[in-house]
């Protein structure tokens, strides 16, 4: 397969937007599967009780598996939770079990409480070697504003946000980007949100098109390129445990994945090499 560039440091990309389905686990696992079987080591933070990300990627996640709640609520390094896919060379998951349903509540009184993800994350890189090194971390997040969000805003540099190419798209959109500014004002001045991608494309209606279009035109920076089309076989994969990637590789879905990943890839080598970028650890 084709061969992504190595990041120069391990790139942390929230997946959010507090509507639900609108593609946030669908795009982190798919994304994640194109990056590791593209040559790149790959972590999914499965940030959502739900577990569907944990699921898509055919990972063991009944009550009692060690989980994200462990890590968020009783200090578990990361090490004990994350658990290698079976698919995919390159790509672990650390899983969301029911458990994390109370933990929106239980994190309320915790000392540090939007801080937690970020300080496991931060251990869990530290006690990595630079050939285990993650290249990409990428935490998947349920549909509202609450802690666990904020403690995935907390931990990224970059929030990548999935839109559904449909008429309510853009609405929501601003109270998510006040968000943003306000984690990034109070507790994360890095955070920036790098990518957006458009979801559930149908190139054949004009409101597909019409809800792309505004959304180039409001972020042309961070939309990316390529959108993803409604596919049935992208629906399909989770239901065997699997991504597009390798469920249907030669599909349109799978091949737009790839396409997303590769521009998400490159993106991050051109501001590494452009003269004028900040340097590293600014
Ligand atoms: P979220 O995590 O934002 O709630 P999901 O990723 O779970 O959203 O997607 C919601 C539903 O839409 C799921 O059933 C998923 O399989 C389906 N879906 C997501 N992306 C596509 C697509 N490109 N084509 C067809 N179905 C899709
Ligand atoms: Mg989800």
Redesign the pocket.
């Known amino acids: 397969g084709k061969t992504f560039p190595r990041p120069r440091e391990t790139r942390i990309l929230t997946?959010a937007?507090q509507?639900?389905?609108?593609?946030?686990?669908?795009?982190?696992?798919n994304l994640a599967a194109a990056l590791a079987t593209g040559g790149l080591q790959v972590l999914v933070i499965d940030n959502?009780p739900?577990g569907?990300?944990s699921t898509?990627l055919g990972i063991d996640h009944h009550a009692g598996t060690p989980s994200t709640y462990d890590v968020l609520i009783d200090d578990v390094p990361f090490s004990e939770v994350v658990q290698p896919c079976p698919d995919v060379e390159g790509l672990f998951c650390a899983p969301a079990t029911i458990d994390l349903s109370g933990a929106e509540i239980e994190l309320v009184s915790m000392v540090a409480r939007e801080n937690r993800l970020r300080n496991a994350i931060t251990a869990l890189l530290a006690s990595q070697t630079d050939e285990e090194r993650y290249d990409y971390v990428f935490i998947?997040?349920p549909?509202s504003l609450g802690l666990l969000t904020v403690n995935a805003f907390v931990a990224a540099r970059e929030v990548l946000i999935?839109i559904?190419s449909e008429y309510y798209a853009l609405e929501g959109l601003s109270q998510l980007l006040r968000n943003i500014e306000l984690i990034r004002g109070h507790l994360n001045p890095t955070l920036h949100v790098s990518t957006i991608l458009l979801?559930?494309?149908d190139k054949r209606t004009n409101l597909s098109r019409q809800v792309a279009d505004e959304v180039h035109t409001h972020f042309p920076e961070q939309t990316l390129e390529v959108s993803?089309?409604?596919?049935?076989?992208?629906?399909?994969?989770?239901s065997y445990g699997q991504t597009v990637l390798t469920y249907d590789p030669g599909s349109t879905?799978a091949l737009?994945y790839r396409a997303a990943a590769q521009e998400i890839a490159s993106r991050a080598e051109t501001a590494s090499t452009t003269p004028s970028a900040q340097p590293s650890g600014a």
Request: charged share 20%; with cysteine.
């Open positions: 997946v937007n509507k639900g389905g609108v593609g946030k686990t669908t795009t982190t696992v959502d739900q569907n990300a898509a998947d997040c549909p999935p559904q979801t559930m494309f993803i089309p409604r596919s049935v076989r992208i629906s399909e994969a989770p879905g737009a």
